[in-house]
Nanobody, 113 residues
Framework: QVQLVESGGGLVQPGGSLRLSCAAS????????MHWVRQAPGKGLDWVSN????????NYADSVKGRFTISRDNTKNTLYLQMNSLKSEDTAVYYCTTLRNYWGQGTQVTVSS
């Protein structure tokens, strides 16, 4: 059974940082491009970032470029998203996903003073 389990969300003040993790099981993690996608309250899905299986290529949405860093550890089957300089507009549920097949349950990130 495939599982993607996100963790690390929470409440943070503007300008703060959070690190999200996504633990994968039931898939050959190192074969997949992995993505972070978010959904703000009342809005649609918003692609955030992705990373190539060997972590040699990473891509970011313009809205997070320079503030967020995606990484992965294939020995631990884990995906990460380091989020710095957080803004209120980053408030959303963040999902770890392969996009085509598998999605996690999401972790809530709230940026508020």
């Amino acid at each position: 059974q495939v599982q993607l389990v996100e963790s690390g969300g929470g409440l943070v003040q503007p300008g703060g940082s959070l690190r999200l993790s996504c633990a994968a099981s039931g898939i050959t993690f190192s074969n997949y491009w992995m993505h972070w996608v978010r959904q703000a309250p009342g809005k649609g899905l918003d692609w955030v970032s992705n990373i190539e299986p060997d972590a040699t290529e990473m891509n970011y949405a313009d809205s997070v470029k320079g503030r967020f860093t995606i990484s992965r550890d294939n020995t631990k089957n884990t995906l990460y998203l380091q989020m710095n300089s957080l803004k209120s507009e980053d408030t959303a549920v963040y999902y770890c996903t392969t996009l085509r097949n598998y999605w996690g349950q999401g972790t809530q990130v709230t940026v508020s003073s």
